[in-house]
């Protein structure tokens, strides 16, 4: 099947089969990690449609939107390689009218961790992807656990908005040395990719440890060894359904979270762990 580039609405309608259609949304600068929801698309649904869109709305005024990676031609080759039936890249200026008003609001969930470092960035994800939900129409959608707060995110609003659409979390995909991978790494120095792998490094470190106060004190003492190049945003020990910390006596999943800037580059991690299992 020869694969269909649709910018809008009615390329969508046309490219229609019938049977399930499972979405993957992403940013572009396709990685092992992107294919790896890609295949978990492809195993659950008839038509895979992956959305290649790197959203303004979720990028602050100093943040990377102008110089985040875009890699069209490469991601088809990709979307090609992994049997995509459907990729659809909209233009900036028909996804967003100049007069347009309503959007979604993430909540408290979307003001901690990294929403609190990023004011606005959930807000933008989730109206992001729900007018991609209404424009593809899935039966389900592919999200990575490697965004974990935007994963619970988009959860919170399936239920909470009544989306009929199923969500499925992907594991994270890491370079050998435990890397997550991201579109960014490519930003990365010789030294930066160094320093970066401490991000894996704490959490690992932090996993291996059984009380809260153990878990955060054993991840930090890997990210003050990284050394100033390291610099931290957040460690955070979360309850995966709020993202609000968890007590000392907190019992059962819990998720460790990490962001810092490498250089010009930030890089986010986790890792979900179980806390006093009976
Ligand atoms: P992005 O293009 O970075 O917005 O990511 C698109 C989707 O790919 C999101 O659901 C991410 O969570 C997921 N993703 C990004 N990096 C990875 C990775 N290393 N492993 C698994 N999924 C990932």
Redesign the pocket.
């Known amino acids: 099947m020869e694969l269909i580039v649709a910018r809008s609405r009615e390329d969508l309608v046309k490219a229609r089969r019938g049977g399930d259609v499972a979405l ?11 294919r ?2 890609i295949r978990e698309a492809r195993v659950r649904a008839d038509q895979v449609v992956v959305s290649i869109f790197v959203n303004p709305l979720q990028f602050g005024p100093n943040e990377d939107f102008s110089r985040y990676p875009r890699t069209f031609g490469a991601d088809l080759d990709v979307c090609r390689a992994e049997g995509v039936d459907v990729v659809f890249h909209p233009a900036a200026e028909d996804m967003y009218a100049p007069d347009r008003q309503v959007s979604v609001h993430a909540g408290r969930m979307g003001e901690v961790v990294e929403g609190a470092v990023r004011p606005g960035h959930f807000d933008g994800m989730l109206t992001v992807v729900l007018k991609l939900f209404n424009l593809v129409h899935p039966d389900l959608a ?6 974990a707060q ?2 619970a995110l988009i959860r919170r609003m399936v239920a909470d908005l009544d989306l009929p659409i199923e969500i499925l979390g ?5 370079e050998s040395d435990g890397l ?4 960014r790494n490519r930003f990365l120095s010789d030294d930066d990719r160094e320093t970066a792998v401490a991000l894996s490094r704490a959490l690992r470190a932090g996993a291996a440890e059984l009380t809260p106060s153990g878990i955060r004190a054993a991840a930090q003492e890997m990210l003050d060894a990284a050394g100033p190049r390291l610099d931290v945003d957040y460690l955070a020990l979360v309850d995966p359904a709020t993202f609000a910390e968890v007590s000392e006596s907190y019992e059962g999943m819990a998720v460790l979270a990490v962001a810092a800037r490498v250089g010009s580059t930030r890089l986010i991690d986790n890792v979900t762990l179980t806390l006093n299992p009976a």
Do not use: I, W
């Open positions: 993957v949304p992403t940013m572009g600068a396709l990685h092992e990690g992107h790896t929801l592919v999200f990575g656990q490697k965004d935007q994963l992907a594991p994270t995909v890491r997550a991978l991201s579109s």
